[in-house]
């Protein structure tokens, strides 16, 4: 049994602001983005990415708008210095994009990070350590005042290193990490402490990034703690306050969101959420959540299948089906309600309006993606999918009755299946059902002559295997062929569409209609070029379809019994 968490687990304490502001704000722009794909997100892989494969991704980042990338751990790996170098030295580097690197708090390592970069227009150096009270505890054995000597130090090596170097613009990111389970004095005591012994101030800011190195709380917790840093950080107009969420309690976005309404300028994350253990913040879910609620995020995922598969190649990662906004599966609907009210969202949509189309929170078309797979039929579809697919793919618009007659076609043939149908399927079955005579079709109908003034017909038939001619009158082809069938047959709905446009474009003429002795009504179809025929057919349909439906007292007779 699992253990009780009173007796195992401490919550997180919650923070002492009782004005606190952010729960009523909006997020109103985009904050700065710092992808950590080439250095968080690859060290999650189960094989980091060479170099060729970091350069692909490093290409689309920046396509995507990134202006700041955070690009290795160079002091870690050669593969990364190596990178890095090759970034520098090849000139491959936009000018309007900051690459950043990362280093432990250790000197060496310090000093073969500042080697790894020197020489780039711009340099963002990312230094941390972790300052949680179980890290002071049980990995460093210090208190918090050696914790802050340890940062002033090397602060220092680094801003002694940095200021012999002064082509390059240099910027210090300095994190606490494990800060959301740090108390908010230390924090703020660790962060001053970099700021300070940085000189940060005017022309020199200083980002101060705050991480979810392990997310431990509720998100509104995490809101809190930034802020509570947010008020109480100083010179704060020359700090950027940055968020690092990680995912592990699985709303990293939401933090990341509620975070920005709390004070954050900045958001460090992954494409689609990678990075260690459960992942960092995903930033394409964050970003396009904004775009959903009216705020450009200034990064590009117009064509987001691209960037999806760009992203899995480079990290072997696939993207989940399900993977908001990016899964393949994230615009398909199967349940009927849900396809019904698809189909009468699209319908209504106008062009020049807001987004308003039920269970389409953004319109797939501003991420690339088509309308094809929005409305897929399995067994768990209903009539609105299937027409939906059939009017967009076939140009057949069933009438409502028909909807409902014809998706319990579709059942059937879904369960028996138990899979999944495509538009041509679903076309296929239609003409199986209505457009084409069964094999033992009580009538089949192989030609039709109109009077000159279309009050007559003469149809040449076959019925019960006899071939036959039969005449009718009638004011109309559809009333002429009842009447020369001679069937106790009602028409109840008639209508006629074009299918396709042009000299291809074919005449679908649908009829309901009832017959004596057979309960409810049901439906016929036909198509042809010229209207009489496709109206023929329809009939010849309808009808074939009621005999077939007969009691079987009266289909031991003949059909006209």
């Known amino acids: 049994m699992i253990a ?11 923070v002492a602001l009782p004005d606190r502001q952010w729960p009523t704000r909006n997020i109103t722009r985009a904050p700065v983005w710092l992808s950590t794909d080439l250095r968080d997100g690859n060290q999650a892989l189960f094989e980091p990415m060479n170099g060729e494969r970091k350069m692909k991704l490093f290409h689309e980042l920046v396509r995507i708008g990134f202006k700041e990338i955070e690009v290795g751990f160079p002091a870690a790996s050669q593969t990364d210095f190596d990178f890095v170098r090759r970034l ?42 972790a300052t949680a009270p179980a ?10 005042t050696q914790v802050m000597q340890l940062i002033a130090h090397h602060v220092g090596y680094l801003k002694q290193l940095t200021d012999t170097q002064p082509e390059t613009q240099w910027t210090l990111q300095y994190s606490p990490e494990t800060f959301s389970a740090t108390e908010l004095s230390v924090s703020l005591k660790a962060c001053q402490t970099a700021i300070a012994t940085w000189n940060a101030g005017p022309g020199r800011p200083i980002i101060i990034n705050l991480p979810t190195t392990v997310e431990n709380a509720t998100p509104n917790v995490f809101a809190d703690q930034i802020e ?3 008020r109480h950080l100083s010179p704060r107009e020359h700090i950027v306050l940055s968020v690092h969420p990680h995912n592990d309690r699985g709303t990293g976005v939401a933090a990341a969101e509620l975070a920005m309404m709390a004070g954050a300028d900045r958001v460090e994350g992954c494409l689609f959420g990678n990075g260690e253990r459960c992942g960092n913040v995903d930033i394409v879910t964050l970003a396009l959540n904004m775009y959903t609620q009216g705020v450009h995020p200034n990064l590009d995922f117009s064509d987001i299948t691209s960037v999806a598969r760009i992203a899995e190649e480079c990290t072997a990662l696939p993207v989940h089906p399900r993977h908001p906004y990016a899964g393949d599966l994230v615009f398909t609907a199967f349940s009927g ?4 009210a698809i189909k009468k969202g699209f319908a209504a949509q106008d062009p020049n309006a807001l987004w308003e189309v039920p269970y389409l929170p953004i319109d797939p078309a501003d991420l690339g993606r088509t309308y094809d797979s929005v409305i897929r039929v399995n067994s768990q579809s209903g009539k609105g999918g299937i027409a939906f697919l059939l009017e967009r793919e076939h140009g057949v618009v069933m009438p409502r009755r028909m909807q409902v007659e014809f998706s319990a076609v579709v059942q059937r043939q879904t369960d028996a299946s138990e899979g999944e149908m495509t538009g041509d399927a679903l076309w296929e079955l239609f003409q199986a059902t209505y457009l084409r005579a069964p094999a033992q079709a009580a009538i089949v109908c192989h030609s039709h002559r109109l009077d000159e003034d279309g009050q007559g017909i003469e149809l040449d038939v076959t019925i019960d295997g006899a071939r036959q001619t039969l005449r009718g009158q009638g004011n109309g082809p559809i009333a002429a062929t009842v009447d020369a069938l001679g069937l106790p047959l009602r028409v109840d709905h008639y209508e006629e569409r074009a299918t396709g446009t042009g000299a291809n ?4 003429a649908i009829v309901e209609a009832a017959m004596e002795g057979v309960a409810g009504s049901t439906f016929g179809a036909g198509s042809s070029h010229n209207i009489v025929t496709a109206s023929v057919q329809a009939i010849m349909s309808v009808a074939n379809r009621l005999v077939a439906r007969r009691p079987a007292r009266q289909q031991a007779n003949s059909t006209f019994a």
């Open 88 to 129: 520098i030295d090849e000139n491959l580097i936009p000018d309007d994009v900051t690459i950043m690197v990362m280093t432990q708090s250790r000197e060496d390592l310090i000093a073969r990070t500042v080697e790894a970069v020197k020489g780039a227009p711009r340099a963002i150096v990312h230094l941390y350590n």
């Open 4 to 14: 009780k968490p009173a007796t195992k687990y401490q919550p997180i304490a919650p």
């Open 337 to 340: 309600s849900h396809q019904d």
């Open 228 to 230: 509570w840093m947010d």
């Open 505 to 508: 474009a074919q005449a679908l």
């Open 135 to 144: 890290w002071r505890r049980i990995v460093f054995g210090m208190n918090v």
